[in-house]
């Protein structure tokens, strides 16, 4: 069973930090890559960030670069967020997901498994 597992979100601040946490578990989470989706109230799915396996390379949307951060630890089978710098728009509900593919798939549909979500909330 492949499964993802959100966790890590909350109220916040502006200008404050959250550290989001997607845990695999039914494979082993180091071989393939790892989007972060948010989709807001009233809005679509957006994508925000993707680590690639193989190259471990790393892309963002615009609207977050040089505020979150993606990384993964593999001995912990976990990918992270670090969202600093929070802002209302930020707030939406979180995701995690792969393709069990190497590289970050360019477009949303491409992602087969997904977490539940964590939902993120910046007040204002």
């Known amino acids: 069973q492949v499964q993802l597992v959100e966790s890590g979100g909350g109220l916040v601040q502006p200008g404050g930090s959250l550290r989001l946490s997607c845990a695999a578990s039914?494979?082993?989470?180091?071989?393939?890559?790892i989007g972060w989706f948010r989709q807001a109230p009233g809005k679509g799915r957006e994508g925000v960030s993707c680590?690639?396996?193989?190259?471990?390379?790393?892309y963002y949307t615009d609207s977050v670069k040089g505020r979150f951060t993606i990384s993964r630890d593999n001995a912990k089978n976990t990918v992270y967020l670090q969202m600093n710098s929070l802002k209302p728009e930020d707030t939406a509900d979180y995701y995690c997901?792969?393709?069990?593919?190497?590289?970050?798939?360019?477009?949303?549909?491409?992602?087969?498994?997904w977490g539940q979500g964590t939902q993120v909330t910046v007040s204002s």
């Open positions: 680590i690639s396996s193989s190259a471990g390379n790393t």
């Open positions: 039914g494979f082993t989470l180091d071989y393939y890559a």
């Open positions: 997901a792969t393709d069990l593919g190497t590289g970050c798939p360019p477009q949303l549909s491409e992602y087969n498994y």
